[in-house]
């Protein structure tokens, strides 16, 4: 039996609210990251990272956060090993788990393995772009360069992902015991990007616009709006409009009481989804109900997906 190894990749988000683990998350944020897209001074990069992680610590103290994409994250690993197994009983399926930011970073986890066992990557992000898939086909080229058998498992289809969360949605709010209805707006948010990047990149804007418009083709007859909002930075240049805060205000101004908030442009759930998803319906007045949905999370059907895309990426 050929054994075959799957890495799920994400960021690595801490999960406390810890000031050490915060400030070497940003260090290697902005030395792996965002140096690729912005001109800033090796020197300053501690600086900001000191300043990054002192504010997301006090934040996520003030408002008693702690994410949990590391557990998650574990949890889509065992999912993914399930739905490996049972699509192809032939292989030996190894699946684990490896950070972009974080110990046990990728490129580690791939020299630990067998030179001679395939790995596959998959990157747990929704679009492909250069601050996602690109990322790790940058730390995989020169193992592939050498020979050895490592790639990296394609974003899934826009369409796809459209209707497996507009089927999410529809499951929670079945949970919630919520029949929306003409009075209820759904909101879809996602990770913003630069409209104008200072060299020309994929930013995945394309196809994270193709999942809104998929998920609210499908959900639309069931409530009043859907729109979809962006979690942006502040710097850098112009940005994906409109903000997720802005999108939500603007409804609450055309007089909608109640709202369901999915982030859709996360495959779980993390500071992003959960934390700036807060605050933005904070910053709506007037709002009556808000119903905060989970994103896809350890879900099988995602699972189901990824274990597809693996062993069709690989054959």
Known sequence: MSRRHVLLLTYGEPPEAAFARQFAYSWRILFGLTRRVAPIPAAVVPLIAFNRARMRTAQWRQESYRSPIEALTAAQAKQVAVALTELAPDVDWSVQVAYEFRKPLLEDVLAALPAGESAQVVPMYLANSEFTHEMARGKVRPLVESGRPVSVVPALDPELLAGLSAGHIEAELAKRNLVPGSDWALVLAAHGTLITPPRPMETGRIETTRVAEGIARRLAPRFGRVVWGWLNHVMGGEWTSPP????????????????????????????????????????????????????????????????????????
């Open 244 to 315: 997720a805060d802005r999108a939500i205000q603007d409804l609450a101004a055309e007089g909608f009481r109640k709202v369901v908030y999915f982030p859709y442009g996360f495959l779980a759930d993390n500071a992003e989804t959960q934390l700036e998803g807060r605050i933005a319906l904070r910053s709506a007045p007037g709002l009556e109900r808000v119903e905060h949905l989970p994103c896809l999370n350890d879900s099988p059907e995602l699972a189901r997906a990824l274990a597809r895309a693996v062993i069709d990426s690989g054959s």
